[in-house]
């Protein structure tokens, strides 16, 4: 019989096996401001029930689409599996998106429900009209009388619905069921059995489906939480220096922002075991600083390479030792039993060792479908094959190298990725560099320093004396970046930024 990773029961099952373990916050939830930092399984789950209840009091029944968007928090998340604890099923949409572009997405959802707050319900235009109705945080009570069934679905209907990157254009809404999210959740559970039971700080976007396999996960093995929302370092350090979590995971650009606590007084990140990785391929310099900092015997960085419509393909383990040698572009190898993984050419036929083509991926844990776009869906497979959207070469053994995104492919550079990796190990001063297609078809880097200071030209020149031509690097202030939920650079909106800004100092 098929099985199901159903998000609603999550929690549940956990309060039951180890309902008094700690799940640590660093802000209140917006559904329970009065109930503080502090909590457990146990506390956490109750909070699901009630959310269930004054959901179903509002109106919400099984098998509506209940659109979430409001003020990044944790709650977000106990919202999702409050949603599919009565059977219907919660859409994800991100704090950071364009009131524009989630107006968008309402309509190509079935006439959802909106649970939203007071800010962001002001700047959407017309919700009522195209949603069943706008239920706004803190929820209305429910009756202490009211009764709520507990539904379980079939495990390949729909059970939850989160939007890719948007790295180009406006996301698109991936359709998960639940029989897929357990394919994914099953190696995600083997591969974490050796930090079972280790406290867990995970700093990540609860809209993306990662956050729903992390806590299944980690509830599982009743490791103690410590779920954050900040990712600034001077709010971060004193948490992991107070709590110790064997087990980190946030974003790549958030762990280079974090390199910052490998010096810290505390020593923060001193008790790491395992460091996770996913949503972006990670700069060898910041895995170096991560293991650096780490005083366990032998501490690791997992990364695991995929998106939004597969979950993880490719897997790759980086020690101390390997870290200090490796190659950047290496995402890893497909995961035994559940992924395979090949590249292949225009036509669709299977690329020699070395050469580079398009990415695809066969799994189990694949999306069932994008929600008002199945044709959109349809074109990305290859029979039972489904293209990434990235380009990248394997080796004889089997190793998956990424080299570009499709679509941010430069021809006058083998690998935009492998000279910012080598730029961010030559410049210790860089928090990020984006090499975006200039309108002469020179590169223009973009830089940002990290410390915000003006870099220095002569230690860029020197840096990339022996890297392909590039025109003078533009600077930018990071929060200043076009940023995806999960902090991945949106390569195109930022060349038509530099663009335009470009045609205005033309005149």
């Given amino acids: 019989m098929a099985r199901g ?54 109106g919400v029944r099984t098998g509506h689409q209940v659109a979430i968007h409001k003020a990044d928090n944790v709650d977000i998340a106990l919202l999702a599996c409050a949603v599919s604890r009565i059977g219907a099923v919660p859409a994800l949409l991100s704090p950071g998106l364009d009131p524009a572009v989630v107006d968008t997405l309402l309509t190509r959802l079935e006439r959802p429900w909106l649970v939203t707050d007071q800010t962001k319900l002001s700047q959407l235009t017309d919700p009522t009209g195209r949603t069943r109705g706008v239920l706004s945080i803190p929820l209305v009570p429910a009756p202490s009388s009211t ?38 959740l099953i190696p995600q559970k083997i591969m974490a059995l050796p930090v079972r039971g280790e406290t867990a700080a995970l700093c990540m976007s609860f809209v993306h489906s990662r956050f729903y396999h992390a806590l299944g996960v980690f509830l599982s093995g009743g490791s103690p939480l410590l779920l954050l929302v900040d990712h600034d370092p001077a709010s971060v350090g004193p948490l992991l220096a107070q709590w110790r979590p064997g087990v980190v995971e946030t974003h790549p650009n958030t762990f280079v922002l974090w390199e910052d606590l490998a010096d810290a007084d505390e020593a923060p990140l001193a008790n790491v075991r395992c460091f996770g990785s996913t949503f972006d391929a990670i700069h060898p310099r910041t895995v170096q600083r991560l293991l650096g900092a780490s005083r366990r015997s032998f501490p690791w960085l997992c990364q695991l390479y995929g998106q939004s419509e597969t979950g993880p393909v490719a897997v790759r383990w980086f020690t101390r030792r390997g870290a200090a040698r490796g190659n950047g572009r290496l ?44 044709e959109r869906y349809a074109a990305q497979l290859n029979g039972e094959w489904w293209r990434m959207g990235d380009l990248g070469r394997r080796s004889r053994w089997g190793g998956l190298s990424l080299v570009d995104r499709e679509i941010d492919r430069i021809d006058s550079v083998d690998s935009n990725l492998a000279v910012e990796d080598v730029l961010m190990s030559r410049l210790a001063e860089l928090r990020e560099i984006i090499l ?9 880097p973009v830089v940002c320093t990290r410390t915000g200071t003006a870099l220095d030209l002569d230690r860029w020149r020197a840096a990339t004396a022996d890297l392909p031509q590039m025109a003078e690097p533009q600077q930018w202030a990071f929060d200043d970046l076009p940023r995806t939920s999960t902090w991945k650079i949106k390569r195109v909106t930022l060349a038509h930024m530099l663009a335009a800004e470009s045609t205005v100092s033309n005149g």
């Fill in 5 to 58: 990773f159903h998000i609603g029961d999550m929690f549940h099952q956990a309060a039951r096996r180890h309902g008094h373990v700690a799940v640590i916050l660093d802000r209140p939830l917006d559904v329970a401001t009065s109930e503080g930092t502090w909590h457990t399984y146990t506390s956490l789950a109750k909070i699901v029930d009630r959310l269930a209840a004054q959901l179903w009091t509002a």
């Fill in 147 to 184: 009764k709520v069934p507990r539904v379980r679905r079939g495990v390949r209907r729909p059970a939850l619905i989160t939007h890719s990157s948007g790295t180009t254009d406006v996301p698109k809404l991936a359709v998960h069921c639940a029989e897929a999210l357990w394919n994914r």
């Fill in 331 to 374: 995402v890893g190898f497909g995961i035994p039993g559940f992924t395979k993984i090949r590249v292949t050419d225009d036509s669709g036929r299977p690329c020699k060792p070395g050469d580079v083509g398009h990415i695809e991926a066969r799994t189990r844990g694949r999306i069932l479908t994008y929600q008002g776009a199945p």
């Fill in 436 to 444: 975006i297609p200039g309108l002469t078809g020179t590169p223009v």
